[in-house]
């Protein structure tokens, strides 16, 4: 089991590049979502689906968009890239879409930088 | 809206005294209450949650928690800090709606020998 994978690890961006992290769960959830972590702010969720075929936005989704592929895979792309948008994004997944209680876990996180 | 508030970005503890890490919330109904641990370079992990029930949770690496409804209040101790306890922990609330959560902005515990 792997859990939650994200790819790529690391990226540098210029800006305007566009580009799309990709994040697989080989837990058989229902839910995924993608936070971005920034230095003295927490985790602030981006977008999130609570289930296959669904998508919503979260508090920070502006320059974001989402993709649910599958029931496995959630990626988020980033059409014009900017450096407010410099950041670590993590994606994580719970069983459940309805159930408050339920454990998310998080793959490893993609540093991104934006020149 | 539900919130949370960390008290204090940074703590500073020696090996083998008392971790407390405080962690207040805001919610308009019974709240869920997760502590995650974020080691460097790593993705988070969960360390124990309040759902209903016991208001003592305890957690894996010894540390527990208490959720205090009175105080809107729930803290996270280890009796002995050990240089591994060295991390980045986050309190985090949920409803009883769909399991959006909101996290704080996190303690960063250093630990000396």
């Known amino acids: 089991n792997a859990g939650v994978t994200q790819t790529p690890k690391f990226q540098v961006l210029k800006t305007g590049q566009s580009m799309t992290l990709q994040c697989a769960q080989d837990?058989?959830?229902?839910?995924m979502y993608w936070y971005r972590q920034d230095p003295g702010m927490g985790l602030r969720l981006i977008y999130y689906?609570?289930?296959?075929?669904?998508?919503d936005k979260g508090e920070v989704p502006n320059g974001y968009n989402v993709s649910r592929l599958n029931k496995r895979e959630f990626s988020l792309r980033l059409e014009s890239a900017a450096p407010s948008q410099t950041s670590v994004y993590f994606c994580?997944?719970?069983?459940?879409?309805?159930?408050?209680?339920?454990?998310?876990?998080f793959g490893p996180g993609t540093r991104l930088t934006v020149l | 809206a539900q919130s949370v508030t960390q008290l204090g970005s940074h703590v500073s503890v020696s090996e083998g005294a008392l971790v407390l890490l405080r962690c207040n919330y805001s919610?308009?109904?019974?709240?869920?209450l997760f502590w995650y641990v974020q080691y460097p370079n790593q993705g988070l992990q969960l360390l124990l949650k309040?759902?209903?029930?016991?208001?003592l949770v305890k957690g894996i690496n010894g540390f527990e928690a208490e959720f205090k409804k009175s105080e809107t209040s729930f803290h996270l101790t280890k009796p002995s800090a050990h240089m591994s306890d060295a991390a980045e922990y986050f309190c985090?609330?949920?409803?009883?709606?769909?399991?959006?959560?909101?996290f704080g902005t996190g303690t960063r515990l250093l630990v000396s020998p």
């Open positions: 985090a609330v949920g409803d009883t709606g769909f399991q959006k959560l909101v």
């Open positions: 309040y759902t209903t029930g016991a208001t």
């Open positions: 837990m058989n959830h229902n839910s």
């Open positions: 994580a997944s719970s069983e459940s879409p309805v159930r408050g209680t339920d454990t998310q876990y």
């Open positions: 689906s609570a289930s296959e075929g669904t998508t």
């Open positions: 919610s308009s109904v019974p709240p869920y």
